[in-house]
């Protein structure tokens, strides 16, 4: 099911929110998926770092450790680019921290520095294997399987790609069918079927090398009245939201046994992406609501069999920090929250500058799932790039946000100069001024404080870039609306201010 922790990233001073903008130099991440390597000891493999930065940033390789990773002279090497290449080895070359380990690679410039997932990487043997098919017994008119054998050593790297029919390939379709698993069904058996061998054809995922079986029969003989026999079936497994899953499901008997899906004790619901086939049951498109205990049932006149296993859809883990950049003043209060979709079931971890944020007397950490990380009267040590990892067993997910804490004292970066008006002449004085926050703009005049009223109005608004404009508006003068004119920035940090004359005449006297 879905999991929603509605959060925000948000900074907070003393009186009013802090400025988001564009910090100028940037760090990304290319592609911050890759979690698992593995390859070829005869091909080697060559890995960008997931992480880069703009216009430029150091990039470098490390061991989940923490260590530095060095060159080993025809064995390993990190590119100047920052790609790291792990090269073709003998067994005898094998070295577990290099060939099976697990990495992470680090962009740093002077926003701050970033690290991406810890990946996974190892080295696979070229070792001698071999594939088999078994022969089988099937009925006339029934259905029979044929799996391909692949040892458990190398299963896991190891593929059906095709079989093939007296050396011929097959194509799945009219009574010859082959799973997504790689398995062979042959429907409505036929005496003739006994007549060919049949193989299957493997291909290893890494080395790109094949393998051929050896060539097993069928054996057909007449039906005979029997109870369901379960020839294939499906276990509990775990599958992606969007991905293709198959639940294999075909048993022998006579008369040919008929199969009923339920799920979660129910029949099937009418849906488009659930195919029912002879191999099995097909759901394309998975979402999370199709996890659940599925039950394929079988049953002739002679007696009945069942297949029950679980699926699980998981929704990947995804983690969002906003917004990605912010400036604010030293003193503030910083508050990061951490918002996460997918599975319920995760730990978060968080790094500054890929450090491992450690709580303090400024720093702490909180929520249920420790997603909120708040900083009070932030300093310029706490400036960088923070980090949010989820995790949920092998799965990784991260965001992160760049803080920049700087001194945010106002200062005046736009004024108006000494002038005379005349009487009854309307004037407009302008200050503007920037800070972090941005700050608030009061006036005087000959150190009184300006009360707004029919001949005097103010409007300040705040624009885009965080600075603060103010204008002070004068209709009608007279002389007493002369003097010294004052604008006063303040926020949370501190003040700055600025002041020019304005000479007011005097009315001519007739």
Known sequence: MWLVTSCLLLLNSWTSPAHTE?????????????????????????????????????????????????????????????????????????????????????????????????????????????????????????????????????????????????TVSIISENRFFITFYGGLYISDVQKEDALSTYRCITKHKYSGETRQSNGARLSVSDPAESIPTILDNFQDQEAKVGQLVELPCIASGYPNPAIRWVKDGRPLPADSRWTKRITGLMISDLRVEDSGTYICEITNTFGSAEVTGTLEVIEPLRVTLTPKKLKTGIGSTVILSCALSGSPEYSIRWFRNTELVVPDDFVSIRGIHNETLLITAAQKSHSGAYQCFATRKVQTAQDFAVIVLEDGTPRIVSSFSEKVVNPGEQFSLMCAAKGAPPPTITWSLDDEPIQRDGSHRTNQYTMSDGTTVSHMNVTGPHIRDGGVYRCTARNSVGSAEYQARINALPASVP
């Not at 760090?27 to 998926?33: A, G, H």
């Not at 590119?79 to 992470?104: C, E, K, R």
């Not at 410039?109 to 070229?126: D, H, Q, T």
């Open 22 to 166: 564009d910090v100028g130099t940037s760090l990304y991440f290319v592609n911050d998926s890759i979690q698992q390597v593995t390859f070829s000891s005869s091909v080697g493999v060559i890995i960008p770092c997931p992480a880069a930065g703009s216009p430029s940033a150091t990039l470098r390789w490390y061991l989940a450790t923490g260590d530095d990773i060095y060159d080993v002279p025809h064995i390993r090497h990190v590119h100047a680019n920052g790609t790291l290449q792990l090269y073709p080895f003998s067994p005898s070359a094998f070295n577990s921290f290099i060939h099976d380990n697990v990495y992470f690679c680090t962009a740093e410039n002077s926003v701050g520095k970033i690290r991406s997932p810890n990946i996974r990487v190892k080295a696979v043997f070229r070792e001698p294997y071999t594939v088999r098919v078994e022969d089988q017994r099937s009925m006339r008119g029934n259905v029979a399987v044929f799996k391909c054998l692949i040892p458990s050593s190398v299963q896991e790297y190891v593929n059906v790609v095709s079989w093939e029919k007296d």
